[in-house]
């Protein structure tokens, strides 16, 4: 059950939809010829092929191929040629546009649509804007920072979060008690 409030109205879904989604980091260089090893952060390499292109720090870096390795994957990029490239890219997330993403079916999301959020309480309480999405391998956790600067963690479970949309998301406010 949604509740009014007051705060600022948030962009729309669609507004974000340009905000890059980091889908691997490149971890280091793999052999001689150019190939980087990658740390994931999706469904496997599998799920790298499905873009042509990836924005690697305001650098454009277009796939070549892509297999498991050790730690993620190992991948080859066309402007890529050697270990050198390859390490110096060390340490550079690879992204794609929100807009390029996959539609989502219901009750899933992507990380970067729930950052920026404004949080409200189901009592109707502005809590603060969910600043991160942490998983510490029992499932999701948004961390809200209250106008104060304290931040507090809820779990994204439906008992602690029954709602959210492109405007805000409400905490069940025995979880947001301070």
């Known amino acids: 059950m949604p509740v009014e409030t007051s705060l600022p109205p948030t962009p729309p879904a669609s507004g974000r939809g340009d905000a890059p989604v980091t889908l691997a980091a490149i971890i280091g260089a793999h052999g001689v010829t150019g190939e980087v090893r990658l740390k994931l952060f999706g469904d496997g390499p599998e799920g790298l092929r499905a873009y042509a292109s990836f924005d690697a720090a305001g650098r454009t870096l277009t796939l070549k191929s892509v297999r498991p390795g050790p730690n993620g994957a190992v991948a080859r990029f066309v402007e890529i ?56 391998g029992a499932g999701d956790v948004v961390e809200i920072e209250r106008p104060t600067g304290k931040r507090f963690m809820v779990p994204m479970q439906p008992d602690a979060v029954p709602d959210w949309n492109d405007r805000h998301l409400l905490v069940t406010a025995a979880f947001a008690a301070e």
């Open 81 to 136: 040629n050697d270990r050198n490239a390859a390490e110096a890219l060390r340490g550079v997330p690879l992204t794609v546009p929100r807009s390029a993403m996959p539609a989502l079916g219901e009750g899933e999301y992507y990380h970067v649509d729930l950052i920026g959020l404004p949080a409200i309480s189901t009592e109707g309480e502005a809590l603060g804007t969910v600043v991160a999405v942490e998983n510490f």
